[in-house]
């Protein structure tokens, strides 16, 4: 059973996921707390839904991301955490929690890393022309959206697509591969050589599946 703090921002649809597929009995891990650095979000009436500690700790209150982080470090270690979970949380993160808690703080970020990171992911996808997007599960380092991945999902991208129905598409997935990136963290198949996460032990996904749009008359 690992122990998670989640750290949030906003609506907490992948705090969402963890917490159901927790209380299914998929997923090895519990919530020791959860914290936003905003106040008000609905992430904060999920987790008291669920009966999951929660409370706010506001960056505006501190002069120096260092700072900031040195708080958000002391409060993870005071509830025993081990797996730093970001959900959505949209503050970079300093060395501090990163030195606190390395190669276990995990991101999602809604594209195919290394392609689109940053901000403002969806309009770019479209506009960019790709046939492909999704999202990527990550270890979190120094850089924005560079550390090592652990799992990615791909999706179509529809000619009729706008940033609205794109995001709608990769959430659902987000959904899921969150999920499953602490689920192989939890049965410690997760091996870091490098760049690479390798999952040993666990089933290779099929040879190339996907073409957009679909090769039909090629299709033998
Ligand atoms: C998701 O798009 C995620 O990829 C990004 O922030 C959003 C969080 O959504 N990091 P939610 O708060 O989990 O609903």
Redo the contacts with the bound molecule.
Sequence with gaps: MVNLGVL????????QAIIDNMEAGRLDARIKIMISNVPDVF?LERAKKHNIPSLVISHKEYKKREDFDQKIVETLQAHRVELVV?????RVVTSVLLRAFPMRVM????ALLPSFPGTHVWQAEVDSGVKFAG?TVHFVDEGTDTGPIIIQAVVPVYDDDTAETL?AR??KQ?HKIFSQAIQLYAEGRLKIQGRRVLTEGFPKAPDAFMINPPAKIFDR
């Design positions: 949030v921002s906003g609506s907490g649809s992948n705090l992430a970001l959900a959505g949380y949209m991101n999602i970020h809604p999202c995001n990769i959430l987000e």
